[in-house]
Nanobody
Framework: QVQLVDSGGGSLQAGGSLRLFCVASNYPHGLYMENYCMGWFRQSPRKEREGVAL???????SYADSGNVRFIISQDKPRNTLYLQMHSLKPENTAMYFC???????????????????WGKGTQVTISS
């Protein structure tokens, strides 16, 4: 199963920007990053894990309603890295952010958290007012 290492979290004040990284490795034989749907999820205390931004095969993307916070998901295949750029962050964006992946079909976009089979350990994002 593909392994994911997420990083880039930190503590900053409201209004700031942050970029998260997810490096994928240990692909099953014959598979590459382009064979996977990926996404960023987050979880704060006493809340369920929720989707933030999704990446489908062919570059399709989907974002959760984020109000005025701007999220951009992107991918660098040669570096096997998925990114989440976040701008105008608010205290309510404080959470542990997780990268996830699942092998999927061409042009597919996986939206359900339950369908993702590989997860990073998470990176903490803390936004102060």
């Amino acid at each position: 199963q593909v392994q994911l290492v997420d990083s880039g979290g930190g503590s900053l004040q409201a209004g700031g920007s942050l970029r998260l990284f997810c490096v994928a490795s240990n692909y099953p034989h014959g598979l590459y990053m382009e064979n996977y749907c990926m996404g960023w999820f987050r979880q704060s205390p006493r809340k369920e894990r929720e989707g933030v931004a999704l990446w489908g095969r062919g570059g399709r993307t989907s974002y959760a309603d984020s109000g005025n916070v701007r999220f951009i998901i992107s991918q660098d295949k040669p570096r096997n890295t998925l990114y989440l750029q976040m701008h105008s962050l608010k205290p309510e964006n404080t959470a542990m952010y997780f990268c996830a992946a699942v092998q999927c079909r061409r042009w597919q976009l996986i939206q359900s958290r339950a369908d993702f089979t590989s997860w990073g350990k998470g990176t903490q994002v803390t936004i102060s007012s």
